[in-house]
Nanobody
């Protein structure tokens, strides 16, 4: 079992930046691929970014490419999502998740955080 706790959400104006963090406890963090997801009201949850166990490979949703950066620090058991040039359509609850694989495209994410709200005002 691994526990995930997100932080760093908040209210920001369009064009601004936020950095989300997700701290993990439990089993060895470096054995999990990690992902950031988001869910806006009335919409399905979507994968925003993913990263492999070592951090060597990342992937992004087309809507955030060039604006968001996922990274991880295995020594600190933490994954980050740097969000720049934020838009009102980025408003959502953001969740981090861990997958019991090192693949860049996990078929299943096994553990989830509680989420953190990001609100971007126009």
């Amino acid at each position: 079992q691994v526990q995930l706790v997100e932080s760093g959400g908040g209210l920001v104006q369009a064009g601004g930046s936020l950095r989300l963090s997700c701290a993990a406890s439990g089993r060895t963090f470096s054995r999990y691929a990690m992902g950031w997801f988001r869910q806006a009201p009335g919409k399905e949850r979507e994968l925003v970014a993913g990263i492999t166990c070592s951090g060597a490979y990342t992937n992004y949703a087309d809507s955030v490419k060039g604006r968001f950066t996922i990274s991880r620090d295995n020594a600190k058991s933490t994954v980050y999502l740097q969000m720049n040039s934020l838009k009102p359509e980025d408003t959502a609850v953001y969740y981090c998740a861990a997958a019991l694989t090192c693949n860049i495209y996990p078929t299943t994410y096994n553990f989830w955080g509680q989420g953190t709200q990001v609100t971007v005002s126009s």
